[in-house]
């Protein structure tokens, strides 16, 4: 995953010479070979912009232990001018006493005398009391008060949002938790299961290995673990959906809820034709070209990180339909313009089809194709949804 062989950037060409055409193909390389060095200077200045802010931060801790010992010196400083003080008073009050030895009983020097209290401060609502003004007091008391009501009231309704948070949070855990005890005493099971593409294609008698020494237990687990996060997954976006329900409009709950069913429906569909028709196929494909004189024995391991990745890949490919309908409700992008930058998306779909799958053209010919076909099922969509909008914002506008 991530490699790109030639063949798969031979098919990029193509497929941009053909959509794109021979007269626009050199100012879109050029287009992209800018945007290219664009993206290397913009690196370059990153980099060059935290290795200032690292010696910026390097001169400025520097210079707060220098600061820190200049003051442990002053106050040391200090302590021991006081302490010299202190000595030089009762040096001086000695000599008083020998000088003075009938000073009256009760009275205190002015050394000795007590410090005054400090005035506490004043109400703000009382200068307006004292001037006569009643009214005046009791509006600034208000005014007081409500200030005081307000940053307890912003940091209560933040305590109350992330308790909310942490009880949701601890519901989807516990959920997961249970979906997972019946997953994990069938882990060897679903692994069998979730390897038998891969076994369908090998020869017969093959078998796969594992070369860790805790493989044989740690994949099952974690695949244990990746089947109850898909069980739970409707109730962990219902949760996430009931957190952020309270802030949104009534219009915008409407939305949300067919958007939320849909692209989990659509992430599910992306698994099942990942491992019902991609699977299968390219593997028959890669094992097709195998010598005869080796024996192919997959890890466990690799294996899973492949099936995870390609799983990942194309759910997240399905939900180009999802995306394309929320640019177009929420107004950034028009179907005029889906339609008008269509042959840039067809050679987009082919070089992220050529990325996130295996160095084969099979594996980039069935994501690339159906990116296509869902993206055109996106504007499709979008089309209804666009005539529906101004009534849906008038709705909202009235509401």
């Known amino acids: 995953m991530f490699d790109i062989a030639f063949s798969e950037m031979l098919i990029i060409g193509v497929v941009a010479l053909v959509v794109i055409g021979p007269e626009r193909l050199p100012k879109v390389a050029r287009t992209l070979g800018h945007l290219f060095g664009r993206l290397q200077r913009y690196v370059a200045q990153v980099k060059s912009d935290i290795n200032r802010e690292m010696d910026a931060s390097e001169l400025s801790k520097v210079k707060t232990e220098f600061e820190s010992a200049a003051r ?4 040391d400083v200090e302590s021991q001018a006081r302490k010299t003080e202190d000595e030089i008073r009762e040096v001086e009050r000695d000599i008083e006493r020998q000088v003075n030895p009938a000073e009256p009983a009760g009275e205190t020097s002015p050394a000795e005398a007590p410090m005054p209290l400090p005035a506490p401060e004043p109400s703000p609502c009382l200068p307006a009391a004292r001037a006569g003004d009643r009214r005046a007091g009791r509006s600034s008391c208000r005014q007081a008060f409500r200030l005081a009501m307000t940053d307890e009231g912003v940091q209560e309704t933040f305590i109350s949002h992330l308790i909310e948070l942490r009880e949701r949070l601890v519901r989807a855990l516990m959920v997961v938790g249970l979906c997972f ?18 076994m369908n294609a090998l020869p017969e008698g093959s078998r796969m290995i594992a070369t860790g020494v805790i493989t044989p237990f740690f994949i099952p687990m974690k695949i244990a673990l990746m089947v109850s996060f898909l069980a739970a997954l409707p109730y962990l976006l219902y949760q996430a959906w009931a957190f952020v329900a309270p802030g949104l ?6 939305l949300v809820l067919p958007l939320v069913v849909s692209s989990t429906l659509l992430f599910f569909a992306g698994m099942a034709f990942c491992y019902f028709f991609v699977f299968g196929t390219v593997f028959k494909f890669i094992s097709s070209f195998a010598p005869k004189s080796i024996t192919v024995a997959p890890d466990i391991e690799a294996y899973f990180n492949f099936v995870l990745g390609m799983f990942v890949a194309f759910g997240v490919t399905f939900e180009v339909p999802v995306v394309v309908v929320v640019l177009v409700l929420s107004g950034i992008i028009s179907v005029e313009k889906l339609r008008e930058i269509r042959p840039y998306v067809i050679v987009g779909a082919f070089v992220v089809a050529a990325v996130v799958t295996p160095p084969d053209v099979v594996s980039q010919l069935m994501l690339a194709i159906p990116l296509c076909i869902l993206y055109e099922l996106g504007i499709f969509v979008s089309q209804f949804i666009e005539k529906r909008k101004p009534a849906v914002d008038a709705g909202a506008a009235e509401g």
């Open 72 to 75: 442990g010196f002053q106050q």
């Open 181 to 198: 005890l019946p997953a994990f005493f069938y882990a060897s099971e679903l692994y069998d299961l979730l390897a038998q593409p891969m």
């Open 249 to 254: 409009y009534a219009h915008e709950k409407k």
